[in-house]
């Protein structure tokens, strides 16, 4: 059997082409999905419920007559919550426990000072009012985003929380109600892809009209996201899931072949990629891909992904290592090193850090606590993980004692002359008071 998955070597010549086309998740986009998703769009915002319906019976392959139909109830949420396992329950109700306490720890609150002048400066903070959750379906079900995404809102303070979920063939996952049902989700909807975004933003008959959607989604999710952005706000425009693994070579291979198929298998588009300076542990890594790939459920995606864009990297050492993680600027990051914390200083892009050999990414996408919503394509260099932080708005806060605007308004009156905005200096220079003699 041939190698699976690409070895490249950080000192050949062509190493940095060859990387930048690993990396260009642009490339592997249809270009005609902006096309279609427009025309989605447009008629959800023209059409509403009834291209809902339209998209939905076409898409999912359902036969659904009437809009509420797409609804579920709360007593459908409880009824799911009653029929997972007491197992299943348990961990449910333990990653929500945990995510929660997490995220409790993100809470901002308002503040104020005031200054010798007697004028108030100061921060209100406020949880925005109704968001829109997108959790997907299809090749695979996902009550961990529930998670992810609805309790960090439910910190926040948010009144209201709509899900999304698409459900093909109109198979429903009890996990994911379930999910729902815990995590306190106000309305769910069975919809899912380019009209779900849509309707979230623009509102429909039957589904509100949302301040902002959070959740990753297909292709066909991202591009509706970008193009809504604007109308409603957004978390981020999520490219498919990656895992970037430093290891020093001791670590056993068969762990980290597994915490590469554990992105891998999320879909063809995925990206696995290791970095190590053992040559030998690479090759070990690439026999324990090969053993361990015929026993895999999902094998065939983990097969496309690992050999479209996967990667095993040789560098020189581990500080080069740390220069390609900067570049790279991975959703997930395993440092599998003898020393995680002193290789986490140098490193300053990556959504979220696993240290240590035990430290499975698997652990972070159900139950340690972070959400599992991060910045993908690179765009953690300026992105931050889905958090409490997303669903709160800050108003500024400023009210003038009399001499407070007096001072300012001198200061506001020759910055607004040097622009040119006389108006703005006239009115700031009302509130100077006059000298009295």
């Not at 200054?115 to 961990?144: F, H």
């Not at 001198?410 to 700031?428: D, I, K, M, N, Y």
């Amino acid at each position: 059997m041939s190698d699976i998955t690409s070895l490249l070597n950080a000192s050949d010549n062509d190493f940095s082409a060859n990387l930048d086309r690993l990396l260009a998740w642009d490339s592997i986009v249809d270009s005609g999905v902006d096309e279609r998703v427009a025309d989605i769009l447009t008629a959800v915002r023209n059409d509403k419920d009834a291209a809902l319906l339209k998209y939905t019976n076409q898409f999912d392959r359902r036969d659904v007559a009437d809009a509420c139909d797409l609804e579920l109830t709360q007593a459908d949420l409880d009824a799911a919550l009653a029929r997972v396992s007491s197992e299943e329950r348990l961990a449910l109700e333990t990653a929500a426990t945990r995510v929660t306490q997490y995220h409790q720890h993100q809470l901002a609150d308002s503040w104020s000072y005031t200054e010798a002048d007697g004028t108030i400066l100061g921060q209100r903070v406020l949880p925005l009012e109704r968001v829109g959750i997108y959790v997907p379906g299809g090749k695979a079900s996902y009550p961990s985003t529930v998670f992810m995404c609805g309790l960090p809102a439910k910190v926040a303070g948010v009144s209201e929380i709509i899900m999304m979920v698409p459900t093909p063939d109109g198979v429903i996952n009890d996990m994911v109600l379930a999910a729902a049902a815990i995590a306190g989700v106000t309305k769910v909807f069975t919809v899912g892809g380019a009209q779900a975004i849509a309707a979230l933003a623009y509102g429909t008959e039957s589904v509100p009209k949302v301040d902002k959607i959070v959740g990753p989604g297909n292709v066909y999710v991202a591009a509706a996201k970008r193009m809504v952005f604007g109308q409603v706000g957004l978390d981020m425009v999520a490219g498919p899931s990656e895992i970037l693994i430093v290891c020093d070579g001791k670590t056993n291979p068969d762990w980290i072949a597994m915490d590469l198929f554990s992105q891998a298998e999320h879909d063809e588009n995925a990206q696995s990629i290791l970095i190590s300076p053992d040559a030998d542990f690479l090759q070990q890594v690439q026999r324990s891909i090969k053993t361990l790939l015929p026993t895999m459920e999902r094998a065939e995606i983990i097969r496309e992904s690992l050999s479209k864009r996967g990667a095993l990297i040789q560098v020189a050492d581990l500080e080069q290592a740390v220069t390609l993680v900067n570049r790279i600027a991975p959703e997930h990051l395993e440092l599998s090193v003898e020393s995680p914390e002193e290789l986490m200083a140098g490193i300053h892009n990556a959504g979220a850090i696993f240290l240590g050999r035990y430290t499975s990414e698997a652990l972070g996408d159900y139950c340690a606590g972070p959400s599992h919503v991060l910045p993908t394509s690179s765009t953690a260099r300026f992105s931050s993980p889905l958090g409490v932080y997303d669903f709160q708005k800050r108003t500024s806060i400023i009210q003038c004692s009399p001499a407070g605007a007096s001072a300012l308004g001198q200061v506001a009156s020759v910055l607004a002359r040097g622009e040119s905005l006389t108006a703005h200096a006239r009115s700031a220079e009302m509130r100077i008071q006059k000298d009295k003699d």
